[in-house]
């Protein structure tokens, strides 16, 4: 139990240490690689609550897919981060506002005995069940139906994606053997019948006519 | 028998689809030829495969599958044969479109019909507010995808995207309604909602809340007043084959889904939501009826139309339960659901006839497209009256058999002011079905090129216009089939 206390509050400095390092930090790719570690670290102190599920959906999901690509973002466009930095103050008001709307939620919830919300313990039978094994449960017997329809669901949004923004490459270069094999003299050269000798133009003067002879084609 | 094999076996219609779905993806990547026949003829023995299970899984009682999440009625087994109809003819009559255009002349446009037509089963067989929630998702995605598939065109990307974005916030609207429904009840699952309700241990403010949220977010997917801001662009920048499927077999679906959720789920809060309803379809007769007159472009008219035929459907909906009596509940919901058949019918008719007129590079969706279309093709312009008859309800056609149940259900309900302000709107709106026809055949036509389109359309064009007449003459036939199917499964 100790250990565990020791560990909650290491994590939770790690946690608090950067998120603040996401709001501080003037490098956009620094700021990304520090809500990576803190959502390794909420991911861990989850893990503690025995909430493992979550911690994981919260690592593969965020992590693995949303930092990943809000990184790529950052990296690929060639923002200009000081001019969205500009107009911090007249957004202050408004953000101190949502935070301390945030913080009196939280200590609502946090300090319930206080303000009257109920404060429901565990029922001891789930104390020591994995989340994840009883979320697989439900999903693959009482809810297989609807969990079906979901993965027909994603696969629609996949073709619909593709379908709408995949349109074929018109710049490659390939062999089409079929066509090499089929071509025919007349579509590669193509025989022009001209005169032998040009009559002279008649500007020109007599002199250079033998000159003008050697050069025609 | 392992009881998730009977479940499969229940739901063999959409395991063949996805299925299917899955495998012509792959296998069209195969395919050189550009017209994609084989795909084209694969997709069709699909659709004729879910039908073939459809009908032989069909038991004639309720059965539940999945825990309870999938439901297979005759309600849901009907609707569906219906839809794969629909989605058959839709396809034939898209084919020569898509044809003719290089961005949609793609495989991936019949897998995204199929996957379309997966959304709207699992819609029609849900049991459970998360299967309701994920069937709309399937089918609006693919719908999204396919109304953009014409890339390089601005009004189908600005259809999409309006689409895309009505159609997510009409999502978000439900999945908090339903959220709501769930606190107050505790339950998904639809029957345990009503039986929730009749334990009365909810919350009466959440589940009204909670309802309020549900039939917006229906209205939306229907296409009613006043949240059918959508349905006119998208009907119009949408390419004609896809407004086809979009007029078409989803309202069927969003039949479906309402009678599952309002009918089967809600039916004890009907006082609630039967005077929702009747605004929503007050305001559609009139806006739909009204906003028809003065369109030129045919697309976008027949959406306004779409819009005060989907008020009709509501009014049946609405006056199924009056005052706590059931007796003529049944009545009233089955003609709703012949109305919602015969429109689809109709429509898809509509729709098919816009394109045999266009061709490549020529959409022919304006009005002014179908003057003297008699002296150019005399049978077509005689299918198109049909159909122009039927939507406005002239008698003998089954549009009027259809508006006349309805008004009959309004009339036993004792609404009787409802029944003529919906026969005055149905007035009004006969001016601008009247007018196509006599454009047709009193105007001189501007384009004198011949129609080309290929047998099989005109083959199925033809059938489709006449059975809107011949149905005309014996809408018993489909009155009664829609009528035994809710008997057994409300």
Partial sequence: MEFKLILFYVLSAILVGSSLGVITSRNPVNAAMFLVLSFFTAGAVWMLAQAEF???????????????????????????????????????????????????????????????????????????????????????????????????????????????????????????????????????????????????????????????????? | MNPYVLDLITASPEVLVLAMGCLILILDLFVKDPSHTSTFVLTMLTLVGAAILTLFTSTGEVVYAFNGLYVDDLMGDLLKLVLYLTAIVTLFYARPYILQRPDLRRGEFYVLMLFATLGMMVMISANHLLTIYLGIELLSLSVYALVAMNRDSVASTEAAMKYFVLGALASGLLLYGMSMIYGATGTLSIPEISDALVANASNPTILIFGLVFIVSGLAFKLGVVPFHMWVPDVYQGAPTAITMLIGGAPKLAAFAITMRLLVSGLLLLAPDWQGMLLILAVLSLAIGNLA????????????????????????????????????????????????????????????????????????????????????????????????????????????????????????????????????????????????????????????????????????????????????????????????????RSL
């Avoid at chain 1, 133009?201 to 250079?208: C, L």
């Avoid at chain 2, 003609?335 to 490549?360: E, H, N, P």
């Avoid at chain 2, 312009?381 to 009959?408: C, H, T």
């Avoid at chain 2, 009787?416 to 026969?423: N, Q, S, T």
Wanted: charged share 15%; net charge neutral; hydrophobic share 55%.
């Fill in chain 1, 54 to 217: 979550l911690a994981i959906v919260l690592i593969l999901v965020y992590v693995g897919a949303v930092m990943v690509l809000f990184l790529f973002v950052v990296m690929m466009l060639d923002i200009n981060f000081d001019r969205l930095r500009q107009g911090f103050w007249s957004y202050l008001p408004l953000g101190a506002l949502i935070g301390i709307l945030m913080i009196l939620e939280m200590s609502i919830v946090l300090g319930g005995q206080y303000f009257q919300v109920l404060d429901t313990p565990l029922p001891p039978e789930l104390a020591n069940s994995s989340n994840t094994k009883d979320l697989g449960l439900l999903l693959y017997t009482q809810y297989t139906y609807p969990d079906q329809v979901a993965a027909a669901i994603l696969l629609v949004a996949i073709i619909a994606a593709i379908i709408l923004t995949y349109r074929g490459r018109k710049d490659t270069k390939r062999q089409v053997i079929a066509d090499q094999v089929a071509v025919k003299a007349a579509d590669r050269l193509r025989v022009v019948k001209m005169d032998a000798v040009k009559p002279q133009p008649a500007v020109t003067a007599a002199p250079e006519s033998e000159a003008g002879d050697g050069a025609a084609k």
């Fill in chain 2, 292 to 487: 028809a007159i003065p369109q030129t472009n045919i697309k976008r008219m027949l959406a306004y139309s779409t819009i005060s035929h989907m008020g009709f459907v509501l009014l049946g909906i609405v006056v199924g339960v009056v005052g706590g009596d059931a007796r003529f509940a049944l009545n009233a919901y089955s003609s709703s659901m012949f109305y919602v058949v015969s429109y689809v019918m109709m429509s898809v008719a509509a729709f098919g006839v816009i394109i045999l007129l266009s061709r490549a590079g020529f959409e022919a969706d304006r009005i002014d497209d179908f003057k003297g279309l008699n002296k150019r093709s005399p049978w077509f312009a005689a299918v198109m009256m049909m159909i122009m008859f039927s939507m406005a309800g002239v008698p003998f056609f089954i549009g009027f058999f259809a508006k006349f149940s309805i008004l009959q259900a309004v009339v036993a309900s004792g609404q009787i002011g409802l029944a003529i302000y919906a026969v005055l709107m149905s007035l009004i709106g006969a001016f601008y079905y009247l007018r196509i026809v006599k454009v047709m055949y009193f105007d001189e036509p501007i384009d004198e090129s011949p129609i080309v389109a290929p047998m099989d359309m005109r083959v199925l064009l033809s059938i489709n216009g006449l059975a809107i007449a011949l149905f005309g003459l014996f809408p018993q036939t489909i009155m009664s089939l829609c009528a035994f199917s809710l008997l």
